[in-house]
């Protein structure tokens, strides 16, 4: 019998903060606000930290854990709007008078969710792909260049495909164009904002865990 092998605590505590921060985003979304002249969502406040995770995952246990978390936390986000969208479905009883707001929070236009979906798995695998790429180049030096590189390479594929694909032929092309820059800066300097904390946090991993893995030879694939 093959022995497997055993995910510790912590990885299994990232990987819970992962999928609800995912999920979080999709329910916090529904909410727009303006600093200065942009427009942004209230889910600017947690999906930024998926990409931490993310960065702490891949530099810690490889690109092969990663990948596994991005896999969970597509399917757990998945699962989620799948029974909201149920639920949303499902006729209320005479006496409810909030589906209008029910809707507002849990109906996500099918458009909307394909873009979500697309933009999240595209973005993610390239944020493992810089960090453990990097890794390798720099000998495990340089941990905040490629935390930060690998921010703006996932959030900018993340923005060029998730507006495009949700609001093309809605909104402007050139308002399409500032909420993508608007969005990569913003989720980026929250990234380097954070960073103290994930430097402090990769490091007392690394420690505790006893596993600082090196990426050679790995397969690069999705699946």
């Not at 149920?86 to 005479?94: E, F, N, T």
Request: proline share 4%; with cysteine.
């Amino acid at each position: 019998m093959k022995r497997q092998e055993p995910v510790s605590v912590t990885f299994m505590l990232l990987g819970v903060t992962f999928c609800v921060c995912l999920i979080l985003a999709n329910l916090l979304a529904t909410k727009q606000f303006l600093l200065g002249p942009l427009n942004l969502t209230t889910g600017v406040l947690v999906f930024p930290v998926s990409y931490v995770v993310n960065d702490c995952i891949t530099e810690v246990w490889g690109y092969r854990r990663a990948k596994l978390i991005i896999w969970t936390g597509f399917f757990m986000n998945f699962a989620f709007v799948l029974l909201a969208w149920l639920a949303d479905m499902i006729p209320g009883a005479p006496y409810w008078t909030n589906q209008e707001g029910f809707h507002a929070l849990f109906g996500l236009a099918p458009r909307v969710a394909l873009a979500s979906f697309a933009a999240f798995l595209i973005g993610s695998f390239l944020n493992a792909y810089v960090m453990s790429v990097m890794k390798i180049r720099d000998k495990g030096r340089r941990f905040s260049l490629r935390a930060i590189a690998s921010t703006v390479v996932g959030e900018l594929a993340d923005s060029m495909v998730f507006f495009p694909v949700a609001l093309g032929g809605i909104v402007p092309k050139e308002n399409l164009l500032i909420m993508m820059v608007s969005q990569v800066a913003i989720k980026t300097l929250y990234e380097i904002i954070l960073l103290p904390i994930t430097t402090r946090i990769v490091a007392w991993l690394k420690r505790t865990e006893g596993v600082d893995v090196y990426d050679e030879g790995v397969r690069y694939s999705v699946l």
